[in-house]
């Protein structure tokens, strides 16, 4: 999952039960960088905070507890926490009193190295260890069986309808799986969040029930290896199974899911994706490298020709999915015959996305002990030639779409413009005087670009 960095946006939710305690006069502040699954165990500790009678604000200044919620998949995303950390230092000297709270994938068990660096840290904790927050807002303590039966899903909201916070959410992520039992040799999540580790089937439909009765009309299931589902729980659910039973709940437009492994990708998968309404045409499949050896070493577990065929199958059953990967350039020992595997693989089978990352060594993984050969210059090289591979291929697909009419769900508005995504996940852009937010609306395109369509909406929504 590509790291972003925000404040989690005001999305108070009708499926949201009235808080346990009183409100008692006390706000926090939370800052959220990195994947989807950190967005929502930060929905999450909100949850926990509102529950004992706190209030969310925008300005940690302002904060009765300020809780960062980190990031080190890559160099820039640990910068940047370091960067919110040394600057709240101030803050701390001036409001001893006020907790603030690291979690998220930057704590390690090795707390005293993290309490050198950041002594005014008051506490840290594991994003599978939700209760250690009691250690610093003692009330949770009273409430511990029911902050057990809080959802745990994150529902964003669009730029540009703050004045709107008090609408509910069109979309949510509800995390399925926690954690990945795989050891790529670069990642470092295994080591932050440990083994998979599946939720209960019954309380992840419960829970998108009560996002739809509030108004949601997209979900996204989450994981690390989401398509890994199941296999530790006791029947075997698998992620087919699940989203039967989510394709199930009444009222469900959408659902989509990732971040999937190619070798959990299975036929079973691909096929219930096709046979499910409400499954959208999307597929999410990371290949990281395209080359044999390259794999080989980053311990991915697959070859090219797996994922290769992995995507053609789906193409096959699902004729227009859209396709979206993940790639890294630059990865130890990659050498210019290796990239150029890649760049081939690419140009074939000619993804809607991919997102473009430079190896960057995280300390504690295996290739962190192997020399980080390949030069800057080079790796900008690389990922600069896949970026024009893309944008090449983007605007030769996307302009063959001009006229075509697509069904958006409305998330929202963008410098002025109402804003969603087709069911292959694509942005599209259109003007409306009417209030579309959350309807499905069927849009012509009218341009095209790389990147999003820009069209004008035919009938009314739905
Ligand atoms: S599958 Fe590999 S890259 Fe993905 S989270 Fe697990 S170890 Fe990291």
């Not at 003692?138 to 964003?156: K, V, W």
């Not at 990239?339 to 190896?359: N, P, R």
């Amino acid at each position: 999952m590509p790291p972003s960095s925000t404040v989690i946006p005001l999305a108070p939710h009708p499926a949201t039960a009235p808080p346990r305690l009183a409100p008692n006069g006390k706000r926090f502040f939370i800052w959220t960088i990195g994947c989807q699954m950190n967005e929502a165990d930060s929905a999450k500790v909100a949850a926990m905070l509102q529950e004992v009678g706190y209030r969310r604000t925008e300005d940690e200044t302002d904060a009765d507890i300020v809780v960062l919620n980190s990031c080190v998949v890559r160099q820039a995303a640990e910068d940047k926490v370091a960067g919110k950390l040394n600057s709240l230092a101030r803050l701390k000297r001036e409001r001893p009193q006020m907790p603030l709270v690291l979690t998220g994938c930057m704590v390690t068990n090795q707390q005293e190295k993290l309490k050198e660096r950041f002594p005014h840290v008051d506490l840290f904790f594991d994003p599978s260890d939700f209760d250690r927050l009691q250690t610093v807002v003692p009330e949770l303590a009273d409430l511990e069986d029911d902050l057990q039966q809080l959802p745990h899903y994150y529902a964003p909201q669009a730029e540009g309808l703050s004045t709107d916070a008090g609408r509910a959410a069109v979309t949510a992520f509800v995390p399925i799986i926690y954690g990945c039992n795989f050891l790529c040799s670069y990642c470092i999540v295994p080591y932050r969040r440990g083994k998979e580790t599946s939720r209960p089937l019954a309380e992840i439909v419960a829970e998108v029930e009560r996002l739809v009765a509030g108004g949601v009309r997209e979900v996204t299931l989450l994981g690390q290896t989401v398509n890994a589902y199941g296999h530790d729980l006791p029947d075997k659910p698998g992620l087919a199974g699940l989203l039967r039973a989510v394709d199930a709940v009444p009222g469900l437009e959408r659902l989509r899911f990732l971040t999937s492994h190619p070798r959990y990708m299975s036929d079973e998968i691909i096929r219930t994706m096709a046979e499910l309404p409400s499954c959208c045409e999307h597929m999410n499949l990371p290949v990281q490298a395209g080359d044999d050896e390259v794999l080989r070493r980053m311990r991915r577990t697959y070859s090219r020709e797996l994922w290769r065929e992995r995507i053609a199958f789906t193409r096959d059953q699902m004729p227009g999915c859209t396709v979206a990967t993940d790639v890294i350039v630059g990865f130890p020992g990659e050498t210019d015959a290796q990239f150029e595997q890649t760049y081939a693989l690419l140009e074939d089978v000619a993804c809607d996305k991919v997102h473009l990352a430079m190896y960057s060594p995280r300390p504690g993984t295996l290739s962190a002990r192997w020399e980080d050969d390949v030069p800057h210059a080079e790796k900008l090289r690389r990922h600069q030639a896949l970026e024009a591979l893309q944008v090449r291929l983007c605007t030769e697909r996307n302009a063959r779409r001009l006229g075509e009419t697509v069904e958006v769900l409305v998330e929202g508005k963008a410098k002025g413009r109402w804003t969603g995504r087709t069911r292959g996940n694509q942005l599209v852009h259109f003007d409306d005087a009417a209030d579309r937010l959350g309807q499905l609306v069927d849009v012509r395109i009218t341009q095209t670009s790389p990147w999003f369509f820009v069209g004008e909406a035919v009938g009314p929504g739905r």
